[in-house]
T-cell receptor
Framework: DTAVSQTPKYLVTQMGNDKSIKCEQNLGHDTMYWYKQDSKKFLKIMFSYNNKELIINETVPNRFSPKSPDKAHLNLHINSLELGDSAVYFC????????????FGPGTRLTVT | GQQLNQSPQSMFIQEGEDVSMNCTSS?????WLWYKQDPGEGPVLLIALYKAGELTSNGRLTAQFGITRKDSFLNISASIPSDVGIYFCAGQEKGAQKLVFGQGTRLTINP
């Protein structure tokens, strides 16, 4: 029984394409996040949502558009992919705002060629 | 934004040895967490700390919330091969609504 799941696990695409990554959590949490991990393993928050509402947008280019259809799902759509977007993207969730025990998904490795 | 300084960046030890790593910040943090990441996986929460001076254990792992609220330490006792991985500290700065992460400590164990 997976707690936080992401699809796909791997994504290889060409520059200029548009792609989406999906995330679902079955923990009953209210808050969900997207993180980017670069090649040096540095983890940086991109977005957070609480009960489908955007809370944090960490100056991410507007080619990245998160969407939360309900509090168990937070998807990430990326337009006009660039080489620098290559990274591992992690979804995470926590019980609610003010609770920082975050549980991570397995990651999506995006490679832009 | 706030950066966490995690050290050491890497450690090479013998099985059975104890391990220590730490994380420091230039400002006060309300929460400290420690995560472990295995290759190809997401970070897994090991220990969460909420009060200055708090010492918390999880099996062979012990973490402390520094008394100044600007640092945290993680110790692993009697290391075993499955302890290999990257350990991250993370913290919630006072007044912030997000976690910031350290650069990670890569632990390698020689059998």
């Amino acid at each position: 029984d997976t707690a936080v799941s992401q699809t796909p696990k791997y994504l290889v695409t060409q520059m200029g394409n548009d792609k989406s990554i999906k995330c679902e959590q079955n923990l009953g949490h209210d808050t969900m996040y997207w993180y980017k991990q670069d090649s040096k393993k540095f983890l940086k928050i991109m977005f957070s949502y609480n009960n489908k509402e955007l809370i944090i947008n960490e100056t991410v280019p507007n080619r990245f558009s998160p969407k939360s259809p309900d509090k168990a799902h937070l998807n990430l759509h990326i337009n006009s992919l660039e080489l620098g977007d290559s990274a591992v993207y992690f979804c995470a969730s926590s019980q609610g705002l003010g609770n920082y025990e975050q549980y991570f998904g397995p990651g999506t490795r995006l490679t832009v060629t | 934004g706030q950066q966490l300084n995690q050290s050491p960046q890497s450690m090479f030890i013998q099985e059975g040895e104890d391990v220590s790593m730490n994380c420091t910040s230039s400002s006060i943090f309300n929460t400290w967490l420690w995560y472990k990441q295995d290759p190809g996986e997401g970070p897994v929460l090991l220990i969460a700390l909420y009060k200055a001076g708090e010492l918390t254990s999880n099996g062979r792992l012990t973490a402390q919330f520094g008394i100044t609220r600007k640092d945290s330490f993680l110790n692993i006792s009697a290391s075993i091969p499955s302890d290999v991985g990257i350990y991250f500290c993370a913290g919630q700065e006072k007044g912030a609504q997000k976690l910031v992460f350290g650069q990670g400590t890569r632990l390698t164990i020689n059998p």
